[in-house]
């Protein structure tokens, strides 16, 4: 399709001089201005709407139309509805109408009259990148130099158009190149937009965009796609509020197959901001005049704005050289004639280009009037949002990395200091202090659970919960709940084989006794460090996830990932003193010990009886059973509920009076005879007694508190301790290569270049707007 014009032709892009195959399509129109004659609509706001309509303009410049809708005119219709040709009338030049290159893409006319020559300037503003992917923030090109002759604009814009719908050649390639043979594009229609910048003293204050035309079909070789797609992009446009849609409808065709009209309807559906233009009016069937007479009327599919009638200039007329002025001659007289002449006046003003672009210069001054009040406030927030995102990005990596990192690793250690002060009031510690009734309930739960009868018994006696076991306030023990590893006597008996002496009888229980209990005391360690192991992955958590907040922008070059190492690694080693810390305490534990004898004797003949009291059904023996279960009565009063409590109470009475004080029934076991395996019985009463004396069920309560001091210490406060050194030494800020690691840590990555780059321009076109309107209320206020 393009071939480069060799450098010795090669002119100036707004030289008329470029090689464009005219025998070949596309075909251009060669039709000239005539600087003599040459008019344009020739309207101009007044005083205020003048300057709100400059100040519109000079935002959509600016692209603040992208960050904030602006007032706007969108000009759509179907294709060959004679669009084009509206929209030349306006400009006073004419289009391209090559049929393989209509309306392609959204060309934005800005029009403003200026004390100074006609000149227009050609811009590329590409939404989309090459790959048609939607940019952050729009960038815009000039498409050549400023052109100052009408005559040269037509293939400016055809060139223009042919670059945006090959979007990864060069466009500059298409302001030079030779345009021959049959045109071929990488897309068919493109969102990127052609804006006009055109100034004049003749111009008329006004914008407007000219979308591609509704496709009804694509014929055989077309791609249906488009057909969505034209849609989609016109619905972008007219979808907004402050979007005024200048709706074409030819007069040559059927009304309801017009697709423009159905759409415009959808998105407009009172018909408050649409401003019907009907097209074509010298091909009005003879004797259907009156029904498109009665759109202007507005007696049919009425329009607040009301419907407009045009006639243009068809290509032939322009083509024998036709001028601008006279095509407005030749309009004007052409409504003089019936059937136009006969509308009423107020109608009247519904015909010609001139009424439908004084009626639209009307319309976008008095929405411009209205839209001003509201930028101000408008440009305040979404300022406000764009600088706070850019405050949320990372720093841009400077010349000193290493200073940077020593920055952002001494801010983080203020962060962990200030997250760990927050999890240990509401987080961290209350999770502790949750974990810590279970802990407690599971080292109680080690205590040994003995059954003073044998395990082969067919049919044992029902467990009896000791009621006088000592129960803290946190940790309640059920009735009949297993409290640790279930003992029955025979196991008992097995072992004292194994420590039989050859001192005397018996003296060997104390020894059975405390394998026993350092047996026990070795279940509380699984515990222990399983809560150890819970501490540490809670911290673990926490500090992940204030890692990911707190860097999350930093993970292009393996800074985060060297964060999360390094903390990772510190919090290991925190984690490996407390287990050391809680090894040493159950140490200490398997030293069993007391040093208070009374309590200990005390709960020693407590669970003596106990056990024997347990053992009596199964040894045959019902009097120690009753005597367990039987109540002794206080009250001499209370009448004895059986013959065996009045029994018992007696041998009391008279036990006491000879000087033998019985204070429990259960005291009278002692004097049964011995039990063969008194000294089974006496081993499981030492090691119950053991853990059931007050001392050591305080001790216990001190060894839970010991072990959450080492954890808070070793582990919450440890990892506040030794933060700054870990990170220091992990980072190796003494090496050699320091510079080229902090360097390579601190990359960026190109999302966030990209994303950084959209909001500084976003933000510059935010404060260059609101500059606009500042001057904008010093000229309006003065």
Same mark, same amino acid.
């Given at each position: 399709?393009?071939?480069?014009?060799?450098?010795?032709?090669?002119?100036?892009? &707004? +030289?008329?001089?470029?090689?464009?195959?005219?025998?070949?399509?596309?075909?251009?129109?060669?039709?000239?201005?005539?600087?003599?004659?040459?008019?344009?609509?020739?309207?101009?706001?007044?005083?205020?709407?003048? $300057?709100?309509?400059?100040?519109?303009?000079?935002?959509?410049?600016?692209?603040?139309?992208? #960050?904030?809708? *602006?007032?706007?005119?969108?000009?759509?219709?179907?294709?060959?509805?004679?669009?084009?040709?509206?929209?030349?009338?306006?400009?006073?030049?004419?289009?391209?109408?090559?049929? &393989?290159?209509?309306?392609?893409?959204?060309?934005?006319?800005?029009?403003?009259?200026? #004390?100074?020559?006609?000149?227009?300037?050609?811009?590329?503003?590409?939404?989309?990148d090459e790959a048609g992917k939607q940019r952050g923030s729009p960038v815009s090109y000039s498409f050549g130099d400023m052109i100052t002759s009408?005559?040269?604009?037509?293939?400016?814009?055809?060139?223009?158009?042919?670059?945006?719908?090959?979007?990864?050649?060069?466009? /500059?390639?298409?302001?030079?190149?030779?345009?021959?043979?049959?045109?071929?594009?990488?897309?068919?229609?493109?969102?990127?937009?052609?804006?006009?910048?055109?100034?004049?003293?003749?111009?008329?204050?006004?914008?407007?965009?000219? *979308?591609?035309?509704?496709?009804?079909?694509?014929?055989?070789?077309?791609?249906?796609?488009?057909? &969505?797609?034209?849609?989609?992009?016109?619905?972008?446009?007219?979808?907004?509020?402050?979007?005024?849609?200048?709706?074409?409808?030819?007069? $040559?065709?059927?009304?309801?197959?017009?697709?423009?009209?159905?759409?415009?309807?959808?998105?407009?559906p009172e018909g408050k901001r649409t401003v019907g233009v009907l097209t074509k009016p010298d091909r009005i069937p003879k004797g259907t005049e009156k029904k498109w007479l009665d759109y202007v009327r507005g007696e049919k599919d009425s329009l607040v704005c009301g419907w407009y009638a045009v006639k243009q200039p068809d290509s032939e007329s322009l083509r024998l050289g036709t001028t601008w002025a006279q095509a407005r001659f030749y309009e004007d007289n052409f409504f003089t004639e019936k059937p136009w002449a006969e509308l009423y006046p107020p109608w009247r003003r519904h015909l010609g280009t001139k009424n439908l672009v004084a009626k639209l210069c009307e319309l976008l001054a008095e929405? %411009?009037?209205?839209?001003?009040?509201?930028?101000?406030?408008?440009?305040? &927030?979404?300022?406000?949002?764009?600088?706070?995102?850019?405050?949320?990005?990372?720093?841009?990596?400077?010349?000193?990395?290493?200073?940077?990192?020593?920055?952002?690793?001494g801010q983080f250690r203020r962060d962990v200091v200030d997250h760990l002060g927050k999890i240990g009031g509401d987080g961290l510690l209350q999770a502790i202090k949750l974990d810590r009734t279970n802990f407690k309930q599971e080292l109680r739960s080690a205590a040994p659970a003995f059954r003073p009868w044998n395990s082969s018994l067919t049919k044992p006696p029902a467990v009896v919960q000791p009621t006088f076991v000592f129960d803290s306030d946190d940790v309640r023990v059920p009735v009949g709940a297993e409290r640790g590893p279930v003992i029955f006597l025979d196991e008992v008996v097995g072992k004292m084989s194994e420590f039989a002496t050859r001192g005397l009888p018996d003296d060997y229980s104390p020894d059975i006794a405390k394998s026993y209990i350092r047996t026990c005391t070795a279940l509380w360690r699984q515990p222990t460090i399983r809560l150890v192991n819970a501490v540490h992955n809670t911290l673990s958590r926490n500090i992940e996830s204030l890692v990911n907040k707190t860097f999350e922008h930093y993970e292009y070059g393996g800074f985060k990932s060297e964060v999360l190492h390094i903390v990772g690694a510190h919090l290991k080693t925190c984690k490996d003193r407390a287990i050391e810390q809680v090894e040493a305490l159950l140490r200490y534990e398997q030293k069993v010990h007391t040093e208070n004898a009374g309590f200990y004797r005390e709960y020693l003949d407590k669970f003596l009886t106990h056990y024997k009291a347990q053992r009596a059904?199964?040894?045959?023996?019902?009097?120690?059973?009753?005597?367990?279960?039987?109540?002794?009565?206080?009250?001499?009063?209370?009448?004895?509920?059986?013959?065996?409590?009045?029994?018992?109470?007696? %041998?009391?009475?008279? *036990?006491?009076?000879?000087?033998?004080?019985?204070?429990?029934?259960?005291?009278?076991?002692?004097?049964?005879?011995?039990?063969?395996?008194?000294?089974?019985?006496?081993?499981?009463?030492?090691?119950?007694?053991?853990?059931?004396?007050?001392?050591?069920? %305080?001790?216990?309560?001190?060894?839970?508190?010991?072990?959450?001091?080492?954890?808070?210490?070793?582990?919450?406060?440890?990892?506040?301790?030794?933060?700054?050194?870990?990170?220091?030494?992990?980072?190796?800020?003494?090496?050699?290569?320091?510079?080229?690691?902090?360097?390579?840590?601190?990359?960026? +990555?190109? /999302?966030?270049?990209?994303?950084?780059?959209?909001?500084?321009?976003?933000?510059?076109?935010?404060?260059?707007?609101?500059?606009?309107?500042?001057?904008?209320?010093?000229?309006?206020?003065?």
């Open positions: 399709m393009l071939s480069a014009i060799p450098q010795s032709q090669m002119l100036s892009p &707004s +030289s008329s001089a470029m090689v464009i195959d005219i025998g070949a399509p596309p075909s251009l129109s060669s039709t000239k201005v005539d600087p003599m004659t040459e008019a344009t609509i020739g309207l101009h706001a007044d005083g205020h709407a003048q $300057e709100g309509l400059q100040l519109v303009n000079r935002m959509q410049s600016i692209g603040l139309d992208h #960050d904030i809708a *602006l007032p706007m005119i969108a000009v759509m219709g179907s294709q060959s509805s004679g669009k084009s040709s509206l929209i030349q009338g306006i400009v006073g030049f004419p289009l391209p109408k090559a049929d &393989s290159l209509c309306t392609r893409c959204p060309i934005e006319c800005r029009l403003a009259r200026s #004390d100074g020559a006609w000149q227009c300037q050609v811009i590329l503003r590409m939404l989309t009408k005559d040269l604009i037509e293939e400016r814009i055809f060139r223009a158009q042919l670059a945006l719908l090959n979007p990864k050649e060069d466009f /500059n390639e298409f302001l030079t190149c030779a345009i021959t043979g049959e045109l071929s594009f990488e897309s068919t229609f493109s969102t990127n937009i052609i804006c006009l910048e055109i100034s004049g003293r003749d111009e008329p204050d006004l914008t407007f965009v000219d *979308l591609p035309g509704i496709i009804q079909n694509v014929g055989r070789d077309g791609n249906p796609d488009d057909i &969505s797609l034209v849609e989609k992009l016109v619905v972008s446009y007219i979808e907004r509020d402050n979007c005024f849609i200048l709706l074409t409808i030819p007069c $040559e065709t059927d009304f309801a197959t017009q697709g423009a009209h159905t759409l415009a309807r959808r998105y407009d929405l %411009v009037h209205k839209r001003i009040p509201e930028l101000s406030n408008e440009l305040t &927030s979404v300022l406000d949002t764009t600088s706070a995102d850019l405050l949320k990005l990372p720093k841009l990596p400077s010349g000193d990395s290493v200073s940077q990192i020593h920055e952002l690793v059904p199964a040894d045959g023996r019902p009097a120690l059973h009753h005597l367990q279960k039987s109540p002794y009565n206080k009250s001499s009063t209370e009448k004895a509920t059986s013959d065996f409590q009045a029994s018992i109470n007696l %041998v009391m009475t008279h *036990l006491n009076k000879i000087g033998v004080p019985m204070s429990d029934p259960t005291t009278l076991a002692k004097l049964l005879p011995p039990d063969s395996d008194a000294t089974a019985l006496m081993v499981m009463a030492q090691a119950s007694a053991f853990f059931e004396d007050v001392v050591h069920v %305080v001790a216990y309560r001190r060894f839970v508190d010991y072990v959450l001091i080492a954890v808070e210490d070793e582990l919450v406060a440890g990892l506040e301790r030794g933060i700054s050194e870990a990170l220091a030494q992990g980072f190796r800020f003494s090496d050699a290569n320091v510079v080229e690691r902090c360097q390579a840590l601190l990359q960026e +990555s190109p /999302n966030i270049a990209e994303l950084r780059d959209s909001l500084l321009k976003k933000q510059k076109r935010l404060l260059d707007a609101r500059e606009q309107l500042s001057l904008y209320w010093d000229i309006t206020s003065s």
